[in-house]
């Protein structure tokens, strides 16, 4: 935990902004805090239907990445010293993300191990190549690298 405020502090703040975000956005939706651990707090922005929520999330995640900074820096402003790890979430979309990734990575994998060729993968955010990474890890076919800078990095996925 940081020093200063406290995690479900830090989760509270970051609601209330999003909470007045929303509304100033005339968007319905509901914001609820999680403590994922003792270090990271998920606030979570749903809404029935999500079809409106896609404005948030922006091509591939890009506006909801942008979200998240500017949540952490809200936070960050109220707080006297570091905040832990805040992290924004819309109608499921990281969770989405990841299976997605996930079974992308699993065919890959297994075009890497037919023709015996590596392959890098497109640019993609920090994120997204720990998904990729995280997926394939149990995979004794292939091996796995992120190469490049930021925010060029991308995943090469090599036999292994």
């Known amino acids: ?7 479900a502090e830090q989760g509270s703040i970051a609601k209330e902004f999003l909470v007045g975000l929303l509304a100033s956005m005339d968007i319905k939706a ?3 805090v999680k403590e994922l651990d003792e270090e990271t707090v998920e606030v979570s922005v749903t809404a029935n239907p999500p079809t409106e929520l896609g404005v948030l999330v922006g091509p ?3 506006t909801l990445q942008a979200l998240q900074e500017v949540t952490r820096t809200v936070v960050q402003s109220k707080s006297p010293s570091r905040t832990d790890r805040i992290l924004v979430d819309v109608a499921q979309y990281r ?12 065919q ?10 590596e392959r890098a993968l497109e640019p ?5 190549r720990k998904a990729v990474h995280d997926a394939l890890s149990d995979n004794e076919g292939v091996v796995t690298r992120s190469e ?3 925010p060029r ?8």
């Open 124 to 128: 993609m955010s920090a994120a997204d």
């Open 30 to 32: 509901e914001v609820s």
């Open 148 to 150: 490049g800078e930021d």
């Open 95 to 106: 969770e989405r993300r990841v299976a997605a990734l996930g079974r992308f990575a699993q």
């Open 153 to 160: 990095r991308f995943v090469v996925v090599a036999p292994a």
């Open 60 to 62: 591939r995640g890009t």
């Open 108 to 117: 890959v994998a297994v075009e890497v191990i037919e023709t015996g060729e």
């Open 1 to 7: 935990m940081a020093e200063g405020i406290s995690l």
